[in-house]
């Protein structure tokens, strides 16, 4: 039996939106009704070499499949001055929950990229308006890229605003989708004003005000991943129909970390939990609503799905490269054998 090997491009490739995107969906649904075990994130933190290591192992039922796996991610911010390295990357092991076949090895970086634009379009599907043309953008980095890509899938996205410091990331961005959308640069005011926002920054200041968001905006908080992140003003926050993914998590280092810590933000101005919604235990958006906020921290059951996805794909296109990694193969000898 053959373990898959699979690079950034082979992610690419395999981790089609328009299937993706269900996949997440499902994961928040398995998670709600308890049919997913997702032990917390473990950290190993290297001072010495100002990085860390994550591990992020979970387990899902999805009813037609189940599917296991673990994410092992770093943040080294020294990487790329120092080594010409990402600062951040990651290796996903997907196995079989019945056998613990190592079934595919992975790209965890790109994963994770994409998974993360599939949770806000879910997010947007439920809590945008439903003729949500216009998606703003702040911060015009990797994650953009999946942001629109799969909003797009839920929406009938025409317009769209980015906007960052950076001129020459906003350029590329630009180029990217000039063909297929109306884009253009402009302020953070101008984004907010649209009818979906994505923010994708690791700003420890918040950076968008209350008066720039638009009366019935909804707003994919993205960028906070780590304790003092911080991208919405409170006002915008404790205005909103607030959406979170998971409570220890983003309490901990997600959107709302800051102000939650504070005591500007409590239990009570959440709203819920993206799965409540998509199982049908609380409403998404409904014509009393004003602003939401989906708080995104990243669920370790969003990279199996995810996974599950590339994987069944990946082997139907042939693509990858097979490899013997446990050295099974001509021994004579199964996994139960000693």
Not at 186 to 201: K, R
Not at 218 to 242: C, P, S, Y
Not at 269 to 285: F, H, T
Request: with cysteine.
């Amino acid at each position: 039996m053959q373990t898959l090997l699979l690079n950034s491009d082979d992610v690419h490739e395999n981790a089609n939106m328009g299937d993706l995107v269900p996949a997440i969906e499902e994961a928040f649904a398995a998670f709600e009704r308890g049919d997913a075990q997702m032990p917390p994130k473990s950290y190993v933190d290297l001072p010495q070499y100002n990085g860390d290591f994550r591990s992020m192992p979970a387990y899902m039922d999805a009813g037609e499949w189940d599917a296991a796996g673990i994410k092992w991610v770093n943040v080294h911010p020294d990487n790329d001055d120092r080594f010409d390295l990402p600062t951040v990357m990651g290796t996903m092991v997907y196995s079989s929950p019945e056998t613990a076949f190592p079934l595919a090895i992975m790209d965890g970086t790109e994963l994770t990229m994409k998974r993360t634009g599939a949770a806000a379009a879910v997010a947007t599907d439920h809590l945008a308006v439903e003729d949500a043309t216009s998606l703003g953008i702040v911060g015009a980095g990797v994650q953009s890229y999946t942001q629109l890509e799969a909003i797009s899938t839920v929406r009938d996205i025409q317009e769209v605003v980015v906007s960052d410091l950076d001129e020459e990331r906003v350029a590329r961005f630009l180029d990217a989708f000039e063909d297929e959308f109306d884009v253009r640069a402009g302020s953070i005011e101008e984004a907010a004003a649209c009818d979906v926002l994505s923010t994708v920054t690791p700003v420890e200041s918040p950076i968008v005000p209350r008066e720039a968001v638009g009366e019935h905006t909804h707003i994919n908080a993205m960028g906070a991943d780590a304790e003092g992140k911080h991208e919405l003003a409170d006002e915008v926050l404790l205005d909103a129909k607030l959406v979170i993914d998971d409570h220890e998590q983003t309490t901990h280092s997600g959107e709302i970390n800051v102000p939650y810590n504070a005591g500007v933000l409590a239990d009570e101005d959440i709203y819920g939990a993206i799965g409540e919604i998509v199982v049908g235990e609380k409403e998404g958006r409904t014509a009393a609503d004003g602003i939401s906020v989906f708080d995104s921290t990243g669920l370790a059951i969003q990279d199996v799905a995810a996974a599950h996805v590339v994987y069944e794909h990946a082997d139907e296109n042939d693509n990858g490269y097979e490899f013997d990694l446990l050295g099974l193969d001509g021994r004579g000898r199964g996994p139960d054998d000693s």
